[in-house]
């Protein structure tokens, strides 16, 4: 499910992250709607991982705003990038002891 690309001479996928230490995925909803000027509306929900709550405020938005019928549903998902091989570690190099002489 993710897009593959080359990058120093690796392949790797980028794909949603859904470890569960990753970053909640969050909604937003966004008005399009614009006043008698034509100036745009902006109002938005708060950010939130409930769907339902985020579209919710849409339809509060509208009861308060009839001629303000469009919106956006704006989504922050986090992604990953996974190599298509683990790379080697990079060697270690011994570091020289004190000479001796």
């Avoid at 001479?9 to 949603?16: E, G, I």
């Avoid at 308060?64 to 919106?71: F, I, L, M, T, V």
């Avoid at 549903?73 to 004190?98: K, T, Y």
Wanted: aromatic share 8%; proline share 12%.
């Amino acid at each position: 499910m993710g897009l593959t690309r080359r990058y120093r001479h690796m392949n790797w996928t980028a794909t949603p992250d859904l470890e569960p230490d990753a970053p909640p995925t969050l909604h937003i909803f966004q008005c399009n709607g614009e006043n008698e000027q034509g100036v745009l509306c902006g109002q938005q929900s708060a950010a939130g991982e409930d769907f339902e709550a985020a579209r919710g405020w849409s339809f509060q938005h509208l009861q308060a705003n009839p001629d303000h019928r469009s919106y956006s549903h704006v989504l922050s998902r986090p992604w990953r990038m996974i190599p298509e091989i683990e790379p080697d570690p990079e060697p270690i190099v011994p570091l020289s002891g004190p000479a001796r002489g």
